[in-house]
């Protein structure tokens, strides 16, 4: 609370403070012009943060309600319970899978967990814990062992182990990451839902991290991954409310048995390609949550979000220190948002709804809108001088301040760092998602380290960054020509002077 109030205190000595001249009519044209898209932003904001309200607080409370109801025949008749682990230290692995038998132990269903792995080291421990914790007798432990080729064949073969094990109609599969900690009642609360809702595919569960390490990074670390579990759990309330989400998160999601054994489900998982027009055909490494989510959404399943389970997940950032970790983990998220965005704009519109069609238009739109406040005002500062830049300062810290209050309504608690993070999500996240935009295939898994190269790969990745290097120039160049148009820094005589430029040079 302190750090807030010297926050708000600073906030508005320095508005009292601002120069006349940010109260200029040339200026005002500028604050105008961003407080128009701001307020179309932030009413978009606004829609998902009611949504969000209402689903958590009202709707998704009568499904539990209806849920804890159910008993005997209601529920799933086997629950699979499958943990992916692959470089995964020992006394994490330790806490994921002695949640996960105690979990099946107690959720009343008879459960098989399916370990998938790659060291035989994991499975010495993964035997010792199970025979230490002594689960009930309807718990079996199943085993999938890999060569630590990635996490798409570890759960490709693990679905095709689970379909060969006959799985009764109406069965589950619990996909869990290897650092993911399933909470108490975590399995038996989620599996009881898919009772309730027959066209409903999958589900996944809102999250909570702990960041290992010390020292300031790992604090800003931590503030960040705080940050982001806050904002998802809002934005995922929100598509809760259209049956639909935007991923279904390999931490912890759920799917009918049907749909996780079914051979043209598993090919997707294993091999997911998507079709560029510059880039060809490109194999997806990394997102196998999204070609999950895609591929239910294709085929018009409903999935839920649900917001009373949180699972904990141990996070170990990729670089010690925060810039260049953050950097890597949003270029992998990033991309694996932007390469499947394009195929599902392209379902009809009528079979996963307006607003979820809507949603899949904004993440494109978004990364430049993102933008447009910071360049509009830092070209109106070289015409009508640094008040129009320190005047966007304070709206900027103002409505940041505003947001991370909203947060409040969504988290126990939240920091004095969310301000900061909030704007340098916007600016720095739109900055990676435009450059990722046109880099497609750079792709990289975070921890294991994973690539696909094929003979000749290093001539052909030249070629396509150049070209993405290309493409990049020419859309930030006339996106910042547009920006300068807007607020009247170009004139039309000035347009086609740039254009005929260009017809020159090419």
């Not at 595919?201 to 809102?206: N, P």
């Not at 696909?452 to 910042?480: E, I, N, Y």
Request: hydrophobic share 50%; with cysteine; net charge positive.
């Amino acid at each position: 609370m302190i750090g807030f109030a010297i926050y708000a205190a600073a906030l508005v000595a320095i508005a009292c403070l601002l120069p006349t001249a940010a109260l200029d009519p040339e200026s005002k044209k500028f604050v105008l012009l961003i407080g128009a898209l701001g307020i179309w932003r932030y009413s978009w904001a606004g829609i998902h943060f009611l949504r969000s309200v209402y689903y958590r607080h009202v709707l998704f409370p009568r499904w539990r309600r209806a849920s804890t109801k159910l008993t005997g025949e209601a529920l799933p008749p086997h629950i699979f319970v499958l943990v992916t682990s692959f470089r995964i230290d020992a006394e994490s692995s330790a806490r994921v899978y002695r949640a996960a038998i105690r979990e099946a132990s107690s959720c009343g269903v008879r459960t098989t967990i399916v370990a998938s792995i790659v060291e035989a080291a994991d499975e010495r421990l993964i035997r010792r814990l199970f025979e230490l914790l002594e689960p009930a007798d309807r718990v079996d432990l199943r085993f999938v062992r890999i060569a630590g080729t990635g996490k798409r064949d570890a759960l490709a073969l693990a679905f095709r182990a689970i379909g060969r094990m006959r799985p009764p109609r109406d069965s589950v599969v619990a996909v869990v990451d290897g650092d993911s900690v399933l909470p108490p009642n975590g399995l038996i609360d989620c599996a009881s839902l898919f009772a309730l809702r027959p066209n409903m595919g999958a589900l996944t569960t809102d999250e909570i991290s702990q960041v290992e390490g010390e020292g300031f990074s790992a604090h800003l670390y931590r503030r960040w991954y705080e940050l982001r579990f806050a904002q998802r759990h809002l934005l995922m309330g929100s598509m809760g409310l259209a049956n639909r989400v935007l991923t279904l998160t390999g931490r912890f999601s759920m799917f009918r048995a049907e749909i996780a054994t079914d051979p043209e489900f598993i090919r997707r998982v294993q091999h997911d390609t998507i079709d560029h027009w510059r880039l060809g055909r490109i194999e997806l490494l990394t997102g196998d949550d999204k070609s999950t989510w895609f591929h239910l959404l294709s085929k018009g399943w409903e999935m839920a979000y649900v917001p009373d389970v949180v699972v904990l997940t141990i996070e170990r950032p990729p670089a010690e220190r925060f810039f260049a970790g953050a950097s890597t983990l949003m270029a992998r998220w990033f991309g694996n948002m932007l390469r499947t965005n394009a195929r599902a704009r392209r379902i009809p519109r009528r079979r996963i709804g307006t607003f979820v069609w809507w949603a899949l238009i904004d993440q494109r739109i978004s990364m430049w809108t993102s933008m447009f406040g910071l360049t509009a005002a830092s070209l109106g500062s070289l015409y009508l001088g640094p008040a129009v830049l320190l005047t966007y300062g304070v709206w900027i810290a103002f409505t940041r301040l505003l947001q991370t209050g909203l947060l409040r309504l969504v988290r126990p608690s939240v920091s004095i760092a969310y301000p900061f993070l909030l704007y340098f999500n916007q600016i720095y996240g739109s900055i990676v998602k435009i450059y990722m935009i046109h880099h497609l295939h750079r792709q990289k898994w975070t921890r294991q380290g994973t690539t696909r190269k094929r003979a000749g790969d290093d001539w052909r990745l030249q070629f396509l960054d150049w070209s993405g290097g290309l493409t990049l120039a020419a859309s930030v160049m006339v996106f910042g020509l547009g920006v300068a148009w807007m607020v009247g820094l170009l004139r039309r005589n000035d347009l086609m002077w740039w254009w005929n430029a260009l017809q020159s040079a090419s």
